[in-house]
């Protein structure tokens, strides 16, 4: 995993899939309610930081940033489920490998618990 | 909103083909734009990107929040060819987006416009704000990388001299060196054994290291150097790898401090500590031993007198023999003792060490 980033070509490719990343959640009409008042340069921030730490490059979340993180933000199974599938179909469309990618999903998968806080 | 860009009437079909090329070029830009007459404030142009932009939003209202721009004075305080530049947050189909503007004052006809030119410049600040994440994401990795390496270098001082640290980092190796010159002390509590059956073991481990920890400092102020700590036994060498030339003198302070700082600590204690030392004067070899578990040591004849030394101490008692009284007599008050067979080095004359002429005690 740890490879996966610098594999990728480091922070100039993966900003690409950050950017596509984020256009493809603003677009979505589960995830994008989410982040109506959220300022653009906080969540830019915060997804470089995810996709660069899913990948393995610097930074990385623990659980319990994750948990303070989403916190108050009422999510739901079917947002977390869109999230996966946006970031899916981000990666895939980057270059990932379908192998790296279902790691990746999985891992994310495996925090559900510290994201979801709504039934 | 009104719209004027599109509320306009059609350009008459005589009009000359540029002038109508023109009117396209302007309204299928990705630029957004707009006209303005400077005293009125009515929009005489907007174009069709601007208002996609701007959606259900107010020109005149957006243009006023933009933080700097004093656009309600701007019509009567803009002369012709001057520009202002700013940035409006704008929500385009709910999603934030950064138009960066410029505006110009512009005269025509004996009438003043403004022309207000509009980008969105979204991706560039994503990308913008992209950067400034990551950059402070390495800051704080190389900030935690140096906490760490500074740590390791704190590990592994305290077990290997400067020096030979130093030596390692340089080169790679550190070879063994003989160090004639050099004074050993080596420490230990009496019954400790029996000590550590007896009362609670992480206390104990506890008090112990708060010892050894005072010893550190104690070595360290005379120039001395801690070698290691095996159990409850404690060394310290003055000379190596550094010389030093009241080695002697230094190690023998060392040992007063010690017993000094234990009687202390021993009043109106429940447990009371007390130690035996041996010190001596005389040749060792120092090396780093081990690859990977690896640990600065140091050996020879020097070494093993002053543990045999030790050994013939009573408790809180500091034992020398005959190589180290021309060093010190001058200084320290000895007391001659009985002559002891040495293991390895025969019979030798003992001497304890009461205390310095001219010092406390």
């Given at each position: 995993m740890a490879a996966l980033f610098d594999e990728l070509g480091g922070f100039a490719a993966v900003s690409r899939i950050v950017s596509d990343f984020y256009d493809r959640v603003l677009d979505s009409d589960i995830l994008a309610p989410y982040f109506d008042d959220v300022d653009m340069r906080r969540l830019v921030d915060h997804q470089t930081k995810f996709i660069a730490s899913m990948l393995g490059g610097p930074a990385s979340y623990s659980n319990e940033a994750l948990r303070q993180i989403h916190a108050r933000l009422n999510i739901d199974r079917a947002a977390f489920d869109a999230m996966k599938e946006q970031l899916g179909a981000s990666l895939l469309a980057h270059g990932v490998s379908p192998r790296d990618v279902t790691n990746v999903i999985a891992d994310i998968e495996a925090r559900a618990g510290y994201v979801i806080t709504r039934n | 909103m009104s719209s004027p860009g599109t509320d306009r009437p059609a350009i008459a079909a005589d009009a000359p083909e540029f002038v109508r090329l023109g009117r396209t070029l302007l309204q299928s830009t990705e630029i957004g734009l707009a006209i303005i007459d400077a005293e009125s404030r009515v929009p005489l142009l907007i174009n069709r990107r601007l208002e996609e932009w701007l959606g259900d939003t107010d020109f005149d209202a957006a243009m006023a929040s933009v933080p700097g721009l004093d656009w309600a004075s701007l019509g009567a305080t803009m002369g012709e060819g001057e520009t202002r530049q700013a940035e409006l947050e704008l929500k385009v189909k709910r999603r934030a987006a950064?138009?960066?503007?410029?505006?110009?004052?512009?005269?025509?006809?004996?009438?003043?416009?403004?022309?207000?030119?509009?980008?969105?410049?979204?991706?560039?600040?994503?990308?913008?704000?992209?950067?400034?994440?990551?950059?402070?994401?390495?800051?704080?990795?190389?900030?935690?990388?140096?906490?760490?390496?500074?740590?390791?270098?704190?590990?592994?001082?305290?077990?290997?001299?400067?020096?030979?640290?130093?030596?390692?980092?340089?080169?790679?190796?550190?070879?063994?060196?003989?160090?004639?010159?050099?004074?050993?002390?080596?420490?230990?509590?009496?019954?400790?054994?029996?000590?550590?059956?007896?009362?609670?073991?992480?206390?104990?481990?506890?008090?112990?290291?708060?010892?050894?920890?005072?010893?550190?400092?104690?070595?360290?102020?005379?120039?001395?150097?801690?070698?290691?700590?095996?159990?409850?036994?404690?060394?310290?060498?003055?000379?190596?790898?550094?010389?030093?030339?009241?080695?002697?003198?230094?190690?023998?302070?060392?040992?007063?401090?010690?017993?000094?700082?234990?009687?202390?600590?021993?009043?109106?204690?429940?447990?009371?500590?007390?130690?035996?030392?041996?010190?001596?004067?005389?040749?060792?070899?120092?090396?780093?031993?081990?690859?990977?578990?690896?640990?600065?040591?140091?050996?020879?004849?020097?070494?093993?007198?002053?543990?045999?030394?030790?050994?013939?101490?009573?408790?809180?008692?500091?034992?020398?023999?005959e190589t180290m009284v021309p060093l010190l007599q001058s200084e320290f008050l000895l007391e001659e003792r009985e002559e002891a067979e040495l293991r390895g080095f025969g019979k030798r004359r003992l001497y304890r060490l009461r205390g310095e002429t001219s010092g406390p005690r």
């Open positions: - | 950064a138009i960066a503007l410029r505006v110009s004052g512009q005269t025509f006809g004996g009438r003043r416009f403004l022309v207000v030119e509009a980008n969105n410049v979204s991706k560039l600040k994503e990308l913008e704000y992209m950067m400034e994440s990551y950059a402070k994401m390495l800051e704080r990795n190389e900030r935690e990388l140096r906490r760490e390496k500074e740590r390791a270098e704190r590990l592994l001082l305290n077990i290997m001299p400067r020096r030979v640290f130093e030596e390692i980092k340089a080169i790679g190796v550190s070879t063994p060196q003989r160090f004639d010159e050099c004074s050993v002390l080596m420490l230990d509590f009496v019954g400790f054994t029996e000590m550590s059956v007896a009362q609670d073991p992480s206390a104990l481990i506890a008090e112990l290291n708060d010892l050894f920890t005072a010893f550190d400092r104690i070595v360290e102020q005379f120039g001395c150097e801690r070698i290691k700590t095996i159990g409850d036994a404690y060394m310290a060498v003055s000379g190596v790898p550094d010389p030093a030339a009241d080695h002697a003198a230094n190690i023998a302070r060392s040992a007063l401090r010690m017993v000094r700082y234990l009687e202390r600590r021993n009043q109106g204690q429940s447990s009371q500590w007390r130690c035996r030392i041996g010190i001596n004067s005389g040749p060792v070899i120092g090396s780093i031993v081990g690859a990977q578990k690896f640990l600065y040591d140091i050996f020879g004849p020097g070494v093993n007198l002053a543990a045999r030394l030790e050994a013939h101490s009573g408790p809180m008692e500091i034992t020398l023999c």
